[in-house]
């Protein structure tokens, strides 16, 4: 009997010891998850659904244009192999939604359906003395043209140009207002 005690005794305080708190003056590493590394790929460039050109810039065409059909993320690069592969160091590759679509903020949010991601139209203006469009998405600058790449089809392209350069002696005030808080 003095013999189980004492080995019940060694074992439980051998397993005390394993699961120790962590060391002091340390920082403590044993419940960090050491799971795969996350990163957000962004798309080249939007293509509308439905075929046609975009508008003449009048901002309330545009957003028209702009608010029917969906816009669907185009991507020219692969993923990386390293993404095929089901390790656990393997980085994660988060592509957007399926399908962007905007609306109008004045009128009800509706909820997102499965793959899609609404985007409220909040600012679109125009480039002095040219016929660049940019359009605000989320906070990232867009210029709205024709797409090189699917003829008849408008394209939304990452646009280097800020809404302060565009047009700084006729700035377009918002289409939209801001969202009630």
Not at 44 to 56: Q, T
Not at 68 to 84: F, H, I, M, S, T
Not at 105 to 110: H, K, L
Request: overall charge positive; aromatic content about 8%; hydrophobic content about 35%.
């Amino acid at each position: 009997m003095r013999w189980v005690l004492l080995a019940v005794t060694v074992l439980v305080a051998g397993l005390a010891g394993r699961a120790a708190a962590c060391p002091p003056g340390r920082p403590c590493n044993k419940h960090y998850n050491h799971g795969p590394r996350v990163e957000q790929q962004d798309p080249d460039r939007y293509v509308h659904s439905i075929k046609g050109l975009p508008p003449a810039f009048e901002p309330k065409r545009v957003a028209r244009f702009l608010l029917g059909g969906g816009w669907k993320p185009v991507y020219d690069k692969p993923l990386p192999r390293e993404a095929q592969t089901a390790s656990i160091d393997a980085t994660q590759y988060i592509r957007e939604t399926e399908t962007l679509r905007f609306v109008d903020p004045r009128s009800t949010i509706p909820d997102a359906k499965d793959g899609q991601r609404i985007v409220l139209v909040r600012y679109i203006e125009k480039k002095k003395g040219k016929a660049i469009v940019l359009v605000d998405v989320d906070g990232a600058i867009y210029q709205l043209s024709a797409c090189k790449t699917r003829k008849g089809y408008a394209c939304l392209v990452p646009s280097e140009l800020g809404f302060d350069e565009a047009d700084p002696d006729h700035p377009m005030e918002p289409v939209f207002g801001p969202t009630p808080e």
